[in-house]
């Protein structure tokens, strides 16, 4: 059984910086590819970030978080991280981490397994 375990959210203020580690265990981590949503009070689900299987060589983000966000993998610990940097009030949501294996388009992906999400709260 795929189980994901997000971590590192919490309270901090705009400019900051946090990041949001996401542990896989039960699957062949290293064949998923990885994604970041996030969804705020009141607000659909929002992509934020995904980066490809194996090496993670492909990346590819929301154009609310270019140039601030970095998501990233180390395969040996299984583990995915979303360094977020420069936050926003409007970064304040929940997030969640996803794995999948199949490709849908241009660094998108359908995932199949969630896990259940780290609060991220930035103060103005």
């Known amino acids: 059984q795929v189980q994901l375990v997000e971590s590192g959210g919490g309270l901090v203020q705009a400019g900051d910086s946090l990041t949001l580690s996401c542990l896989v265990s039960?699957?062949?981590?290293?064949?998923?590819?990885i994604g970041w949503h996030r969804q705020a009070p009141g607000k659909e689900r929002e992509f934020v970030a995904a980066?490809?299987?194996?090496?993670?060589?492909?990346?590819n983000y929301a154009d609310s978080v270019k140039g601030r966000f970095t998501i990233s993998r180390d395969n040996a610990k299984k583990t995915n991280y979303l360094q977020m940097n420069s936050l926003k009030p409007e970064d304040t949501a929940v997030y969640y981490c996803a794995v999948g294996h199949r490709q849908i388009g241009p660094g998108l992906y359908e995932y199949d397994y969630w896990g259940q999400g780290t609060q991220v709260t930035v103060s103005s």
């Open positions: 039960g699957g062949p981590f290293s064949s998923y590819a």
């Open positions: 980066i490809s299987w194996s090496d993670g060589s492909s990346t």
